[in-house]
C-alpha cells in the first residue's frame, strides 16, 4: 500500500515563526503536492513537485515555499508564520507519465496548524 | 482556468438509502478525468471513484457510482444502500489529460442516519 506520512498531526506555532511540514511517501512517486483545506474553501493546491529540486507554484503560494532534495520527501516552509496561516495542510504524491494520468493521488493524513 | 463546483454543503441520508451528490465543472478542454474522494472525519483521503472523459459509460465500484454527462459538464456520485461508514466529506476534483495537478470542488459533506 502507499503511504504518505506527515510530520505532525497537530502544530501550534507563534506569529513570526518559521515553519517546516514535512511529508515523506514510499512509492517512488515523481509528483508532490502541498493542499491547504479550509472548510468553505475545499482544497487549494499551494505547491507541486513532479522531479528532485523542480517545483511549480499552485494557486495559494504567497508566503510559503518548499524544498525537494529527495524524491520521496517534499518539504512545506511558512518563512514568516501569520494568524491567516492557521488551516489543515494536506500533503499528497502521484505517478506521473502516461500511465499515471488516471492515477489517483495519494493523501496523508493532514497536519492542522495554529498559528497563534 | 477550470472550476468545480459542489453546490450541496452538507447532505444527509438514513442507513439503507440512495443519495446522490453533486458536482459540475467548467472546462474548455475535451480530454480530462473526474475523481470523487471521501474524507471521513480524522481520517486520510482516499479515492472512492474515476472517470475518464472519453468513455461515455459511467464508472461503477461497488455501491458507489457515476452520473457522468459530459455536454452538461456534471459528474454527480450516488451512493446505494447508505452505510454509517459512509459520513464523510466528499469531494469533487478534476484533472486536465495535459496536467498532474487536481482542481477540488470545495466539498459536500455527508451524514448517514442509522
Known amino acids: 500500500d502507499v503511504k504518505v506520512t506527515q510530520s505532525s498531526r497537530y502544530l501550534v506555532k507563534r506569529t513570526g515563526e518559521k515553519v517546516f511540514l514535512e511529508c515523506v511517501q514510499d512509492m517512488d512517486h515523481e509528483n508532490m503536492f502541498w493542499y491547504r483545506q479550509d472548510p468553505g474553501l475545499g482544497l487549494r493546491l499551494i505547491y507541486f513537485?513532479?522531479?528532485?529540486?523542480?517545483?511549480e507554484k499552485g494557486d495559494i503560494p504567497e508566503g510559503y515555499s518548499v524544498s525537494r532534495e529527495k524524491k520521496e520527501r517534499f518539504s512545506l516552509i511558512l518563512e514568516s508564520a501569520s494568524t491567516n496561516q492557521t488551516s489543515m495542510y494536506l500533503c499528497?504524491?502521484?505517478?506521473?507519465?502516461?500511465?499515471?494520468?488516471?492515477?489517483?493521488?495519494?493523501f496523508g493524513p493532514g497536519t492542522r496548524l495554529t498559528v497563534l | 482556468a477550470q472550476t468545480v463546483t459542489q453546490s450541496q454543503p452538507e447532505m444527509s441520508v438514513q442507513e439503507a438509502e440512495t443519495v446522490t451528490l453533486s458536482c459540475t465543472y467548467d472546462?474548455?478542454?475535451?480530454?480530462?478525468?473526474l475523481f470523487w474522494y471521501k474524507q471521513p472525519p480524522s481520517r486520510q483521503m482516499i479515492l472512492v471513484i474515476r472517470?475518464?472523459?472519453?468513455?461515455?459509460q459511467n464508472a461503477t465500484e461497488n455501491r458507489f457510482s457515476v452520473n457522468f454527462q459530459k455536454a452538461a459538464k456534471s459528474f454527480s456520485l450516488k451512493i446505494s444502500d447508505s452505510q454509517l461508514g459512509d459520513a464523510a466529506m466528499y469531494f469533487c476534483a478534476y484533472r486536465s489529460a495535459w496536467a498532474d495537478k487536481l482542481i477540488f470542488g470545495t466539498g459536500t459533506r455527508l451524514q448517514v442516519f442509522p
Open positions: 472517470q475518464e472523459a472519453y468513455k461515455q
Open positions: 472546462t474548455s478542454e475535451s480530454d480530462y478525468y
Open positions: 513537485s513532479y522531479d528532485v529540486k523542480m517545483k
Open positions: 499528497a504524491s502521484s505517478p506521473s507519465g502516461a500511465d499515471g494520468l488516471l492515477n489517483e493521488q495519494f
